[in-house]
């Protein structure tokens, strides 16, 4: 059974940072699409950046590209999201999300893979 667990959320003022630790369990990491969405208060989840099985491909939503960047690292079954100049807007639950069955990044942007974190609070005051 794969699980995933996320860490790192907070309270943060406007223009500040975070970053966000997703850490796998039960499954060869490297075989996994992985991913990072966001539920807003009153919003659907949103796809927020995606890191493809070889690292070799990052994929990101418009509303964070040059702010957000995904990394992942192999050996310790871990994915990251660093958040640079953070923003009121950015205040959401953000989910870990990891895929192993092929699908293609514009699925896993609409609706993400079949495992999915428990979401830790990202809370930016202005």
């Known amino acids: 059974q794969v699980q995933l667990a996320e860490s790192g959320g907070g309270l943060v003022q406007a223009g500040g940072s975070l970053r966000l630790s997703c850490a796998a369990s039960g499954g060869t990491f490297r075989s996994f699409a992985l991913s990072w969405f966001r539920q807003a208060p009153g919003k659907d989840r949103e796809f927020v950046a995606g890191?493809?099985?070889?690292?070799?491909?990052?994929y990101y939503a418009d509303s964070v590209k040059g702010r957000f960047t995904i990394s992942r690292d192999d050996a310790k079954n871990t994915v990251h999201l660093q958040m640079n100049s953070l923003e009121p807007e950015d205040t959401a639950v953000y989910y870990c999300?990891?895929?192993?069955?092929?699908?293609?990044?514009?699925?896993?942007?609409?609706?993400?893979?079949?495992?999915w974190g428990q979401g830790t609070q990202v809370t930016v005051s202005s």
């Open positions: 890191s493809s099985r070889t690292s070799s491909t990052s």
């Open positions: 999300n990891a895929d192993r069955s092929g699908l293609s990044w514009a699925t896993l942007r609409l609706r993400g893979g079949r495992y």
